[in-house]
Structures are given as C-alpha cells and as structure tokens.
C-alpha cells in the first residue's frame, strides 16, 4: 500500500478564520512533506519533517504551522491566510530523510484551499 | 544546485502517436531523476525513476525514458498516445540525499482524438 490520505479535499476560509490540513500515511515512512502548488506551477516546498522532527522550513511565514504528532500523521495549521495563499496542498511521505537520493516520494491527492 | 528544465510547456499529439516529454537536469554529481504524472486536480503519481542501475527505465502505463549524461536528459517516451495520458508532467531531481525534489516548470500533454 502506498496510499498517502489527505482531509479535507476542498477547504474554504476567511481571513481570520483558524483551520487545520491534515495528512497520514502508514507505510512506515519517516519523512514526510508539506507542498504548496499554485496553479500551472511544480509543487513548491513547505516543510520537511523527519523522524517528527522539523528539518526544513523553506521561509514560510508564520500563519502556517505544520505539526507531526507522530510518525503517521502531519498537520498543517492554518490562521490568519492571505487570499494569495489559496492552492493546492499536497502531503508527501518518503521512507526517511537519511535514505538513498532514489527514494520516492509518495503523494498524497492533496486539498484544495480557498481563502476568501 | 541542481536543476530540471522541461522543453515546452504544452505539447499536443495525436491519438496512436508517439510521446515525447524534454527533460533536461543540470547536477554536479551522479543524479537522480523522476518523472511524475499529475491528473487535473490530484496528486502527484510516481511514473518512473532513473536509478544509475539501467539508462533505460520502464515505468507504469507504458511510459518510458532514458537517461543520455552526455546529453544532460531524461527525456520520457511513450510509443503510442492514448486519450488517458492527457495530464500534467514534471520532471524531478533529487538534491544532496534526496530528501529534497527539485521540479521543473512541467508539460501538459494534450492528446487529440
């Protein structure tokens, strides 16, 4: 099984609202992903984090949280988003981030972010 | 850093005809490349992986792609389109140990009936 879940599919907030991304995999992986992906563009990086530890912030600013309260799941929390940060969040997991460069990256089908 | 560039940002073929995605990398060392399919709004699907075991790789759903290191490609191949290939590609590279991908511009390929 190679299945990445993501909830929601389709989220819609306001300005000031507070909501939450969520992601979980059970293929074991210890590396696990957060993407932001405008449309007609590549999937840009978020967050790495791995053995639930954050390892990589790609200066992403404040009002997204990411969270991995265990090996399985990855939460991306949401306040306070700009009209511009509306996009596709795609979760991935990988098997771990000191394995070999040929490791895949599993993908999630992603959630759909609208913000009003 | 390494890098990926996809040579044309739509490419149209023909139904039955032969599939031809560019991918060029630029890497300092030995790399390591993907090719994914994204479908309209979904994830993103691995098709293939060049691993430095073959330069020629077969991946899911007929597609394939050979790595030249002359040439700096990765170039991906199908011999014959079908309607169902209609979708996003990306070429990927995989930097230091992999835990970072990075992706080109990507190709939609629009097939025709």
């Known amino acids: 099984d190679t299945e990445v879940t993501q909830t929601p599919k389709h989220l819609v907030m306001g300005m000031t609202n507070k909501k939450s991304l969520k992601c979980e995999q059970h293929?074991?992986?210890?590396?696990m992903y957060w993407y932001k992906q405008k449309a007609k563009k590549p999937p840009e990086l978020m967050f790495v984090?791995?053995?639930?530890?954050?390892?990589i912030n790609e200066s992403v600013p404040s009002r997204f949280s990411p969270e991995c309260p265990n090996s399985s799941l990855l939460n991306l929390h949401l306040h306070a988003l700009q009209p511009e940060d509306s996009a596709l969040y795609l979760c991935?997991?990988?098997?771990?981030?000191?394995?070999?460069?040929?490791?895949?990256?599993?993908f999630g089908p992603g959630t759909r972010l609208t913000v009003l | 850093a390494q890098s990926v560039t996809q040579l044309g940002s739509h490419v149209s073929v023909s139904e039955g005809a032969l599939v031809l995605l560019r991918c060029n990398y630029s890497?300092?060392?030995?790399?390591?490349l993907f090719w994914y399919v994204q479908y309209p709004n979904q994830g993103l699907q691995l098709l293939l992986k060049?691993?430095?075991?073959?330069?020629l790789v077969k991946g899911i759903n007929g597609f394939e792609a050979e790595f030249k290191k002359s040439e700096t490609s990765f170039h991906l191949t199908k011999p014959s389109a079908h309607m169902s290939d209609a979708a996003e590609y990306f070429c990927?590279?995989?930097?230091?140990?992999?835990?970072?991908?990075?992706f080109g511009a990507g190709t939609i390929l629009r097939v025709k009936s």
């Open positions: 991935a997991s990988r098997r771990g981030e000191r394995e070999y460069g040929t490791d895949t990256q599993y």
């Open positions: 293929m074991g992986h210890r590396a």
């Open positions: 984090y791995s053995y639930e530890k954050l390892s």
């Open positions: 890497s300092s060392v030995p790399p390591y």
């Open positions: 060049y691993t430095s075991a073959a330069t």
């Open positions: 990927a590279v995989s930097e230091g140990n992999g835990n970072k991908l990075v």
